[in-house]
């Protein structure tokens, strides 16, 4: 639940999600949901020129089993705040 979490914290930031077939998706993120799914508007893809099929897409639905990484915002990440959760999900509470 600790990335579940922090992500609904980024609803409205642009992220950007790598798939695992190498396929990179920078949108607004607009939605997350427990099995982090991930809806995203506004997207553009990082290489047009080896994917020009979605040049036309403008939303997203990402299933979560296939997501490699999610770049965040830089200034978007609090160390802190993640520390701390990750402290309080280990002890259980």
Do not use: W
């Not at 990440?77 to 309080?88: K, M, P, Q």
């Amino acid at each position: 639940m600790l990335f579940y979490s922090y992500f609904k914290t980024l609803v409205g930031k642009e992220v950007t999600v790598e798939l695992k077939n190498d396929l990179a998706i920078t949108g607004t993120l607009h939605s997350v949901d427990q099995y982090l799914n991930i809806k995203l508007n506004s997207i553009r893809v990082v290489n047009e020129q080896k994917y020009p099929h979605m040049l036309s897409v403008r939303n997203c639905f990402v299933r979560g089993s296939v997501v490699r990484y999610v770049q965040l915002p830089p200034g978007s990440v609090d160390v802190e705040l993640l520390h701390d959760a990750t402290r309080r999900e280990a002890r259980g509470g």
